[in-house]
Structures are given as C-alpha cells and as structure tokens.
C-alpha cells in the first residue's frame, strides 16, 4: 500500500491567494483527518470525516479554511484568503473506524509557507 | 481526554534499551494509552497502543501499570534512526477517535 499521499510536498504562497492541500487516504479507510503542526501549537486537529462526512471540525481556525471529502479516495483543505500565521505544516491521517481502538496513518504532510 | 505528562527530552545510548516513561493519572476504564512517534520533517508514525494489558509488537513494548496511571514505552535496541519526538496519548475508545497531542519526549540516540 502506498500509505496516505499529499500533494503538494511544498507550498510557497504570497498572502491573499488562495491554496489547497490534497489528500488521498489509504484504500479501505473510512475516517480522514487533518491536522496542523507549528512550533507554537504543536500539533493539533482541524477537522475529521467519518465515511466522507464531517464530523468534528471545532478545530479549523476561522471561516477561511474549508475542507472537503467528496469521495471516499479524496480530500481537500482549502485556505481563502490565506495569512502569513498559516504557514505550518498540514498534515492528512487516515484510519479505519469500526468502533474499537483504531490506528491512525499520517501521511508526509504538506509544509505551506505564506508571505 | 485524561492528561499525559512526559518528561520534555531523554538520550539514549545506541544498542540500549530505551524506556520512556508517561504518566496518566487521570485515565478512565475506557481509554487506551497509544504511542505515536515523529522522525524530524515526517508525519507521526504509530507504534502500539495497549488498554489494560502489556502489548508487544516488531517495533516496540508497551508496559502499562496495574492501576493504569502510568505506563513504559521500551524500545529493546535503540538505534540512530529512532531518535525522534515519542508522543503518549490517552484516548477513549469512541471519541472521535481523534488523538490529542501533547508535547512529547524528545528522544536522541547517542552512538
């Protein structure tokens, strides 16, 4: 398997502009998760999808981050307008939920940087 | 979520059995104790998670206390590549299944 793919690796964006991260979860997971590292907040969770649905997203920031899962092999994190206090790194996870004590899978994030 | 608490940083010396301790006082009968790693620029990588049980895989030994207030992570033979940050994290059963992170214990391994 080749594990939770994000693209792009490596973003450089200038404020304003609008950016979006991209995930393909593990085949046969039906949970996603997003999830932001920076050296002040250590990592933290955005939002979470349970069967393509969004379940929690008490984590994402303000009205400018959006997120989306309209399959079950794909996800976006959008950010509009974007801010210089967004850089970090993004990170999408993926599990398999049947209730018990599921293990999450991270993928090799995407470091976003604004100007 | 019931807290952890992690010492900040810890060497290790390389071939030597790494034990990395976390305390959870305040878990509950349904929380499990997960351990999480992440190598420098990567995304953090499971290693085990246990309830009440001591659990053992290819990576890792979890020994967790009888009254469940704390637990041992033991690396058997550290190598270089195991230095990373070590994260414990206590998480219900059905919580949304999202992991809480704490700060994490800093491990370097020392040839």
């Known amino acids: 398997d080749a594990g939770v793919i994000q693209s792009p690796r490596h973003e450089v964006t200038e404020m304003g502009q609008e950016v979006t991260l991209r995930c393909k979860p593990i085949?046969?997971?039906?949970?996603l998760f997003w999830y932001r590292q920076t050296m002040m907040r250590g990592l933290e969770l955005l939002i979470y999808?349970?069967?393509?649905?969004?379940?929690?997203d008490s984590g994402m920031p303000e009205d400018r981050f959006s997120a989306k899962m309209p399959n079950a092999s794909f996800s976006t994190l959008k950010i509009q307008p974007s801010e210089p206090r967004d850089s970090a790194v993004y990170f999408c996870?993926?599990?398999?939920?049947?209730?018990?004590?599921?293990?999450?899978?991270f993928g090799p994030g995407t470091r976003l940087t604004v100007l | 979520d019931a807290k952890t608490t992690q010492p900040t940083s810890m060497d290790c010396a390389e071939g030597r059995a790494a034990n990395l301790p976390c305390n959870h006082s305040?878990?509950?009968?349904?929380?499990?104790v997960y351990w999480y790693r992440q190598i420098h620029s990567q995304g953090p990588q499971y290693i085990i998670h246990?309830?009440?049980n001591n659990e053992t895989n290819e990576m890792a030994s979890l020994i967790i206390t009888e009254d469940r207030k704390s637990s041992t992570l033991i690396l058997p033979h550290a190598t270089l590549r195991d230095t990373a940050v070590y994260y414990c994290?206590?998480?219900?059963?059905?919580?949304?299944?999202?992991?809480?992170f704490g700060g994490g214990t800093r491990v370097l391994v020392k040839p």
């Open positions: 246990g309830l009440k």
């Open positions: 305040t878990i509950s009968g349904n929380e499990y």
């Open positions: 994290i206590v998480r219900p059963k059905a919580a949304g299944n999202k992991l809480t």
């Open positions: 996870a993926s599990s398999f939920d049947s209730g018990g004590a599921d293990t999450q899978y």
């Open positions: 999808f349970n069967n393509n649905v969004p379940i929690d």
């Open positions: 085949s046969g997971h039906n949970s």
